[in-house]
């Protein structure tokens, strides 16, 4: 089976830095997700590494270890509107994706 | 960008009949679409792959029968919930994928289905 671990739930103040992680045992890898989810709506893509490596995307970074089965998603600057289920998920060698359970950000005033 | 439709967004059956969920690809064929039931506060469950021509391959513990699939073109499959429990209800997600060097999946806004 697929174990794919991250935290239930972060808070954080408008403004500030999250670094969401999740780490990984799968049967096969390739390539690694991270989905930002409102709720009642679908995820929508955010970021996505197959190397080992950071990967920078405006306010959002990704970051990935292979060999630690290791990745963390950074949000900076944050804002109200970042509040929402985020998503790690592991593409295996079939082209599946295996969802981790979703860590749920909080962003306070 | 690519965009999937799901339709309907919501719908409400009574427990015994079936439901058909349709998921297309509006400006892209895809050669794969993936199912997906989320209940709430979990992550998404992936049921089952379906490719254009060919017969849905499931995930374990999804039963085939109750669960029919049909992807009959490079733009559609439906998803249809046969004989509805109420344990069925559930948001029902679509994805959609270009080819299979393709990275990425494209997600439909989703169903919400709820048997009564």
Redesign the interface.
């Known amino acids: 089976g697929q174990n794919i671990d991250q935290p239930t739930e972060m808070t954080a103040t408008e403004g500030a830095i999250v670094q969401i992680n999740c780490t990984y045992q799968t049967s096969g890898f390739n ?1 690694l ?1 991270w ?1 930002q989810q409102h709720a ?6 955010l970021s ?1 590494n ?1 190397l080992d490596g950071l990967e920078e995307k405006g306010r959002f970074s990704s970051f990935l270890s292979r060999s630690k089965g290791y990745s963390y998603l950074l949000l900076k600057e944050l804002q109200m509107k970042d509040s929402a289920s985020y ?1 790690c998920a592991v ?1 295996l060698r079939d ?8 860590t749920t950000v909080t962003v306070r005033a | 960008g690519a965009v999937v439709s799901q339709h309907p967004s919501r719908v409400i059956c009574k427990s015994g009949t079936s439901v058909k969920i349709e998921c297309r690809s509006l400006d892209f064929q895809a050669t794969t679409m993936f199912w997906y039931r989320q209940f709430p506060k979990q992550s998404l469950m992936l049921m089952a792959t379906s490719n254009e021509g060919s017969k849905a391959t499931y995930e374990q513990g999804v039963e085939k029968d109750k669960f029919l699939i049909n992807h009959a073109s490079l733009t559609l499959s439906t998803l249809t919930v046969t004989s509805a429990h109420p344990e069925d209800s559930s948001f029902y997600i679509c994805s959609a994928q270009r080819g299979q060097g393709a990275y990425e999946q494209y997600f439909g806004p989703g169903t919400r289905l709820t048997v009564t």
């Open positions: 390539g997700f989905y009642g709506e679908a995820p929508t893509f996505y197959v998503l593409r082209y599946k994706l295996s969802f981790g359970a979703g």
